[in-house]
Nanobody, 127 residues
Framework: QVQLVESGGGLVQTGESLRLSCAAS????????????MGWFRQAPGKEREFVAA????????DYADSVKGRFTITKDNTKNTVDLQMNSLKPENTAVYYC????????????????WGQGTQVTVSS
């Protein structure tokens, strides 16, 4: 099992930055040398959960939703099993609950089939 705990959400104004962090722990994590593929999704009120960003097990590959490319950056620390999401130039439409996810399989990390999910952290961007 893997437990994921997000932190760093909050209320910011348009154009400001915020950094989210997600820490992974559990028996599967400690047994996996290369770590987990990890990512971020978000869900705005009344909308479906959508993919935001992902990073591969070793950290060599990243992927982003088109709407956040150039503004959001995902990074991973395999020694600490943490993944961060740096969000710059935030817009009101970025308001959502942001969820961290993880899976041993990089191929599913951008889908709802990822094995492990955090509880989410609220990000609110005021205009």
């Amino acid at each position: 099992q893997v437990q994921l705990v997000e932190s760093g959400g909050g209320l910011v104004q348009t154009g400001e930055s915020l950094r989210l962090s997600c820490a992974a722990s559990g028996r599967t994590v400690t047994r996996t040398l290369r770590g987990l593929a990890m990512g971020w999704f978000r869900q705005a009120p009344g909308k479906e959960r959508e993919f935001v960003a992902a990073i591969s097990n070793g950290g060599e590959s990243t992927d982003y939703a088109d709407s956040v490319k150039g503004r959001f950056t995902i990074t991973k620390d395999n020694t600490k099993n943490t993944v961060d999401l740096q969000m710059n130039s935030l817009k009101p439409e970025n308001t959502a609950v942001y969820y961290c996810n993880a899976d041993l399989d990089w191929q599913v990390i951008e889908t709802s089939r990822a094995a492990y999910w955090g509880q989410g952290t609220q990000v609110t961007v005021s205009s």
